[in-house]
């Protein structure tokens, strides 16, 4: 189990760094997740790789000190880097983005990519660290996650709802799109043009079955047809998609527009069906 050292405190923070957590607990929030704290040593493991990769222009994830060495280097992956800021046995993860002017921008640019936003708005997720380079626009993000056996006692706590949607009910300022091959890794591979924003349903459980899935234009309910589906099973990418249902319009979300979605998904365990009906708005096509 990780051993999670005490958080200094908010007096730690910058402002923006303020503003950039509290975006992004508003969307946990609304999505009915527990909100992450901010972490001194998180904010140091995300500091020490984005000066890595300013330093020796080797992007992504991995530190290779033999082939691109630097002084600021502590450590392969993103688990060896927080242990060396002094985290023991961590269960973490990473995030980087070289779009945004700010952190909060950095992170609205994140949601339109799927396998990053899942990593924000994972229900196991408890602290994070964020760190800028604005002369670079380079976003890290560290984030730690609970072990396994506290998922059950999340939910029974914060009442997390039993399907994690996002964008969540009532949204406003919707990213519009996603960029054909803007994401690594890449979850539309052989979709060589932009479609919409993602849509992401994540069930609590553990056995889930997609029944059916509907998104409107809300001002005159035309439907939007020939979604572009990913799942478990034909994701492009093994692992990343664990139990999250993912959909796609075949075209960018109209900006200053109102959606509504409706999913319907049973619980093979308890063969029980949820059904959500929640709506969105679309903003301009940048921040």
């Known amino acids: ?11 730690l923070q910058t402002q923006e760094e303020k503003e950039a957590l509290q975006y992004l607990n508003n969307i946990r929030v609304n999505m009915g997740l527990p909100p992450l704290k901010y972490h001194l040593k998180l904010i140091e493991s995300a500091q020490n ?4 990769i300013n330093d020796t222009g080797l992007g992504g994830h991995y530190e290779n000190n033999k082939t691109h060495p630097s002084r ?9 880097r927080v242990e060396y800021v002094g985290i023991r046995n961590p269960n973490a993860t990473e995030v980087i983005t070289p779009l945004g002017s700010t952190i909060k921008e950095s992170i609205w640019n994140l949601t339109t990519a799927i396998y990053h936003r ?9 602290y994070i660290g964020m760190s800028g380079e604005k ?28 399907l994690m949607i996002y964008p969540f009910d009532g949204e406003k300022n919707v990213s519009t799109t996603f960029y054909a091959h803007s994401e690594i890794p890449d979850p539309l591979p052989n979709t060589h ?21 509907k998104l ?6 035309a439907e939007i047809e020939n979604l572009i589906m990913l799942t478990e099973e034909n994701d492009p990418v093994e692992g990343y998609l664990d139990k999250t249902f993912v959909f796609y319009a075949p075209s960018p979300f109209e900006s200053n527009t109102t959606y509504r979605a409706k999913i319907e998904i049973t619980d093979t365990d308890t063969n029980k069906t949820f059904v959500r009906e929640w709506t969105f708005t679309a903003g301009d096509s940048s921040y």
């Open 118 to 126: 899942l990593s924000l708005i994972s229900l196991d997720s408890q």
């Open 72 to 80: 600021y280097y502590t450590g392969v992956t993103v688990n060896d």
């Open 1 to 11: 189990m990780a051993e999670i050292l005490n958080n200094p405190g908010d007096e």
């Open 135 to 162: 002369e670079y626009f380079t976003y890290v993000h560290n984030i730690l996650y609970r072990q396994d056996d506290y998922i059950t006692e999340l939910y029974y706590e914060y009442q997390a709802p039993p």
């Open 216 to 221: 409107f234009r809300e001002s005159d309910g």
């Open 49 to 52: 790789h984005l000066r890595y």
């Open 193 to 213: 043009y932009d479609v919409s924003n993602p849509i992401s349903v994540t069930p609590i459980f553990n056995n889930a079955e997609l029944k059916s899935v």
